[in-house]
């Protein structure tokens, strides 16, 4: 479902997010809820690149997940980049239902793929690069 980007590291998650799954909610959620102890906050980096409809409604795993989880990690920054609508639309749906959401990030912004770096520029207020 997800792959672990080399810039994860202390309050940073970074990830290149691929088709939704149960099983990979999980996961996922474990990590943020062992950043989220360890650290307090957890800043999260998602690349969702070459998403089609069906990766997008794959992402529907996520909703019981985020439920049942959502309360016990906190993300701080999060920065989501794509390439592709259905990862743009993904993003301002969460971003809608944000004050509802037991998920919701402090800050969220989207970045097209050409401005990855920007965006974990942003997400760890410092200067890791990706390439």
């Known amino acids: ?77 999060y920065a989501a980049v794509g390439d592709s609508r259905w990862a743009k639309l993904l993003y301002y749906q969460w971003r809608a239902i944000m004050p509802v959401w037991p998920v919701a990030p402090n800050e969220m912004r989207y970045y097209d793929l050409s401005e990855r770096n920007q965006a974990l520029d942003w997400v760890t207020m410092n200067n890791i690069n990706l390439d």
Do not use: C
């Open 1 to 77: 479902m997800f792959e672990i980007l080399e810039a994860t590291q202390d309050d940073v998650v970074a990830i290149r997010m691929g088709t939704g799954s149960a099983d990979g909610y999980r996961e996922f959620y474990e990590l943020l809820v062992e950043k989220t102890e360890q650290h307090g906050t957890v800043h999260v980096y998602e690349e969702t690149t070459g998403w089609t409809l069906s990766t997008y409604l794959s992402h529907l795993h996520g909703i019981l997940p985020d439920l049942r989880t959502g309360s016990k990690f906190n993300i701080g920054r």
